[in-house]
């Protein structure tokens, strides 16, 4: 069963950093792209960041471009997301999701994380 469970999510400044992780189980780590998608309080979903399987890739949205740097630990079977510069806009629950196969943009999702609040607020 696959599994993606999302942690580091909370209340920060803005202008503040956090660092958001996803453990991933039950599949080939290694094989898949994977990518962060947030949605924010009465929005639809934004993609945000993907990453190749290797970790020798990575996209991200305008929204975040130069603030936010994805990243992947293959022996942990862990996702992350590093996120600077927060601003009041990127308040949103962020999700951990697996692609179905390479890298691309729009990202082909098979599988969702339960999400992890992140608010940025002062």
């Known amino acids: 069963e696959v599994q993606l469970v999302e942690s580091g999510g909370g209340l920060v400044q803005p202008g503040g950093s956090l660092r958001l992780s996803c453990a991933a189980s039950?599949?080939?780590?290694?094989?898949?792209?994977m990518s962060w998608v947030r949605q924010a309080p009465g929005k639809g979903l934004e993609w945000v960041s993907i990453?190749?399987?290797?970790?020798?890739?990575?996209t991200y949205g305008d929204s975040v471009k130069g603030r936010f740097t994805i990243s992947r630990d293959n022996a942990k079977n862990t996702l992350y997301l590093q996120m600077n510069s927060l601003k009041p806009e990127d308040t949103a629950v962020y999700y951990c999701?697996?692609?179905?196969?390479?890298?691309?943009?729009?990202?082909?999702?098979?599988?969702w994380g339960q999400g992890t609040q992140v608010t940025v607020s002062s």
């Open positions: 999701t697996k692609s179905l196969g390479g890298a691309v943009v729009p990202p082909r999702i098979d599988y």
């Open positions: 039950g599949f080939t780590f290694t094989s898949y792209a």
């Open positions: 990453i190749s399987s290797g970790g020798g890739s990575t």
